[in-house]
């Protein structure tokens, strides 16, 4: 196939954007400037901005993909404003390049942790936290948008990925949640993360060319409390151990049930669980 890859240089994106070459594929990849990298990998570079519509969808259409594919962020200085405008202006703007373009299949990257409050990890069918108050709400309703503008296209598949760790990432030893471990500044509390190795998201991604449409959870096969995993990853980036937070557990902090990508989809993570990705 060939792919049109919005995030081509990004965490996931340079990582699919290689396996999908390998596989035999043609990826164009969109970037803001020239990349020597996407270069190397044997991908086809496309210069251009997602929030300039005009020029993404002539870029779109120069590209003559069979696939679009959304693996967008912007994460760089943590702010949640930027991430909520690319999930909603930029997916916007991308979705309907495709559309214009005559592209059938749009495969996007959502998140797995802004489901509706529950006492179990959550699977596809649970709503989302659209009821939720505050910076979450900004956050689910970013994503809501994005899905919803996702949904436009003939064939879709979204992505909801756990919390990714691993090289560039946030939860790596010199990434943003270590330097906080090591400040002694991330305590383990009641509530349940679902984990994912940024080369299990890739393999996902790259699976779901084939997927049908619908929205699936990519995470790893254990979900699990702060007061199981932090003392793991504060081990494992040569943190001091946590303290413990004997709060009861945030509602919507129930993690997320992987059972259809394995069971149906037959995907399954390399790392099945963060305690085996944590100590490697």
């Known amino acids: 196939m060939r792919i049109f890859m919005a995030g081509a240089t990004g965490v996931i994106g340079r990582r699919a954007t290689q396996l999908l070459i390998a596989g035999g594929h043609q990826v164009v990849g969109l970037t803001r400037k020239p990349s020597p990298l996407l270069e190397i990998l044997g991908a086809e570079v496309s210069i251009g901005d997602v929030y300039d519509r005009a020029a993404l969808t002539e870029a779109v259409r120069a590209a003559q993909p069979d696939v679009v594919m959304h693996q967008l962020t912007d994460l760089r200085d943590g702010s949640?404003?930027?991430?909520?405008?690319?999930?909603?202006?930029g997916t916007a703007n991308l979705v309907e390049a495709a559309l214009e373009a005559?592209?059938?299949?749009?495969?996007?990257?959502?998140i797995c942790w802004v489901y509706e409050p529950g006492s179990a990890p959550a699977a596809e069918h649970v709503p989302l936290d659209l009821?939720?108050?505050?910076?979450?709400?900004?956050?689910v309703s970013a994503v809501a948008t994005l899905e919803a503008k996702v949904?436009?296209?003939?064939?879709?598949?979204?992505?909801?990925?756990?919390?990714?760790?691993?090289?560039?990432?946030w939860y790596t030893?010199?990434?943003?949640?270590?330097?906080?471990?090591?400040?002694?500044?991330?305590?383990?509390?009641a509530d349940v993360t679902s984990f994912l190795h940024i080369d299990d998201?890739?393999?996902?991604?790259?699976?779901?060319?084939?997927?049908?449409?619908?929205?699936?959870?990519?995470?790893?096969?254990?979900?699990?409390t702060g007061y199981d995993w932090t003392p793991a990853f504060c081990k494992a980036v040569g943190a001091p151990s946590p303290s413990t937070s004997d709060a009861p557990?945030?509602?919507?902090?129930?993690?997320?049930?992987?059972r259809y990508a394995r069971k149906e989809l037959d995907w399954k993570p390399r790392w099945s669980s963060w305690r085996d990705g944590f100590a490697n």
């Open 80 to 89: 949640r404003a930027a991430n909520a405008r690319i999930r909603e202006v």
């Open 201 to 224: 998201a890739a393999t996902a991604a790259v699976a779901a060319l084939e997927w049908p449409t619908g929205a699936v959870n990519v995470c790893d096969d254990e979900p699990a």
């Open 151 to 169: 949904k436009k296209a003939p064939e879709w598949v979204v992505l909801r990925y756990g919390m990714l760790y691993g090289p560039d990432t």
């Open 102 to 110: 005559g592209v059938r299949r749009v495969i996007a990257q959502s």
């Open 249 to 258: 557990r945030t509602p919507w902090a129930r993690g997320a049930d992987n």
């Open 131 to 139: 009821e939720s108050s505050s910076g979450r709400l900004a956050t």
């Open 173 to 189: 030893a010199d990434g943003l949640m270590a330097q906080l471990a090591h400040r002694g500044e991330l305590p383990a509390t």
